[in-house]
């Protein structure tokens, strides 16, 4: 409970900071590990050469030992006059290698001049009795001339290895906070260089409104993670820019639509009412009745592609393409039965099933067909087939076609090719951008192709 203030004070800081103490903790963890290791295997090393040495010096003995027996004096300059019984100061030893030769009992034979006691005979220790400091033992076992058994023992000072980590430690404790300062400034400073585009990024992406979607955020130059984070929130931007400008498009174009019937209706109610006998009462229920009807069909489009925007989900069943195809053609048939309306042609029809929303793939096969018929001279061709993993829907007419620029443009809202025609004809030029919609949310295309005899072909492609 203690560390919580703590950890949350740390949890607030920013990406800078704990990038850096998380970086200077890891590496002293480092340091001080790597130090401790290197003191043992520094103390390690030069105790393995002084007992390397020592064991040379007691093998070198013991072979003397073999040869002529036990030497009368040990370690003796050839020049000291002094007494050989003296006995030297132990601090005076403490520099010295120490022999000495004693039989398998333990009785002492011969040893160093000055030597205060005897050596052990074994090297398990490392202290000896009345010298200072800690020592290295090396012991061996010699047979001399006259049969006797006899135990050499030398025994090495390891003031050196004291001495050589005694030195190291304080350049270690100078030199690891000195690492540390670098580690942490190094940290601070890259992390700071790393971040800085970030908050340039930060700070435009924090002006960016409704109304300055066209502002975008500044591209690092350099290829990496913050480079593709600014070049996705510029793609992101972009979207949101053609989604904002697609619906204020949207609202003008749908405001400009409901507002020719309006005032179509209000033009004949102030007629009725300021000439009440201009219009007769079959002509006013006439003349108010088709521009509700057309009001109610863009009304009924406009809900169709809000519900497209909006990602509903469609209802998937198996749906008989060729029975929505027979049923349009059927209707247009009888809707031309007077002589007025074009030729159907449903002989390319053929069962083909897929999965969908019955309604909404209805909606795409009647709006087809009833812009082929808006368009047509005299022909409508419908057909159906199967291709690869696809169902295909094709609508022909024999009308002017669809130029080649103007075939990814008649999908979008409230298009018109042919201004004047659609409008007399109750076109609001939503038909063919619900199909798209529509067909878009069953996973498939819709294309504009240009027809064998004339006039254009609109194909539908779904998956089977």
Do not use: C, K
């Not at 020592?135 to 006259?146: C, F, N, Q, R």
């Not at 009412?273 to 009001?295: I, Q, S, V």
């Not at 069953?442 to 027809?451: D, I, K, M, P, S």
Request: charged share 25%; proline share 5%; glycine share 10%.
């Amino acid at each position: 409970m203690a560390d919580s203030p703590a950890r949350g004070r740390l949890s607030r800081a920013s990406v800078r900071v704990r990038t850096t103490a998380a970086a200077v903790v890891v590496v002293a963890l480092a340091l001080v590990v790597g130090a401790v290791a290197l003191v043992w295997l520094l103390r390690a090393s030069l105790t393995d050469g002084l007992e390397t040495g020592a064991e040379q010096r007691a093998d070198a003995l013991a072979a003397q030992v073999e040869a002529s027996g036990p030497p009368g004096v040990l370690g003796e300059d050839p020049d000291d006059t002094e007494d050989p019984d003296d006995t030297e100061d132990p601090e005076d030893l403490a520099e010295d290698v120490l022999e000495q030769v004693a039989t398998d009992d333990g009785a002492l034979v011969v040893a160093t001049t000055g030597l205060p006691r005897g050596l052990p005979l074994d090297d398990g220790g490392e202290r000896v009795a009345d010298l200072p400091g800690r020592w290295v033992l090396a012991t061996g076992d010699a047979e001399g001339p006259d049969g006797a058994d006899y135990v050499v023992t030398v025994a090495v000072p390891a003031e050196e290895v004291d001495d050589s980590v005694a030195a190291l430690v304080p350049l270690l404790a100078l030199g690891l906070p000195a690492v540390l300062l670098v580690v942490g400034l190094t940290t601070w400073v890259v992390v700071g260089r790393a971040l800085a585009p970030v908050e340039r990024i930060r700070a435009e992406a924090e002006a960016v409104g409704g109304d300055a979607l066209h502002r975008r955020v500044p591209v690092p130059p350099a290829r990496d993670e913050v480079h593709r984070l600014a070049e996705t929130l510029n793609r992101m931007l972009g979207r949101l820019e053609d989604s904002a400008t697609r619906q204020r498009r949207f609202v003008a174009d749908a405001s400009h639509e409901l507002r020719s019937p309006l005032a179509s209706l209000r033009q004949t109610a102030e007629v009725a009412r300021a000439h009440p006998g201009a219009m007769d009462e079959g002509e006013l229920a006439d003349a108010t009745l088709e521009e509700t009807l057309r009001m109610q069909r863009l009304v009924e489009s406009l809900l169709v592609l809000t519900r497209a925007d909006a990602g509903r989900r469609t209802t998937r069943v198996e749906v008989d393409l060729d029975d929505l195809a027979l049923a349009e053609a059927s209707r247009l048939r009888r809707a031309g039965a007077g002589g007025s309306g074009p030729v159907v042609d449903a002989t390319g029809v053929v069962p083909v099933r897929v999965l969908g929303d019955p309604v909404a793939l209805g909606q795409v096969v009647r709006n087809l067909v009833d812009n082929a018929a808006r368009h047509a001279v005299a022909e409508v061709v419908l057909e159906t087939g199967e291709e690869p993993g696809h169902a295909v829907l094709r609508v022909t007419d024999d009308g002017a076609g669809v130029p080649v620029e103007d075939r990814e443009r008649v999908f979008e809202r409230f298009v018109r090719l042919d201004e004047a025609r659609s409008r007399d004809a109750g076109g609001s030029g939503l038909g063919l951008a619900i199909v798209q919609e529509i067909v878009r949310a069953h996973g498939g295309t819709v294309r504009v192709l240009e027809a064998t005899g004339g006039g254009a072909a609109l194909e539908v492609r779904l998956p089977r």
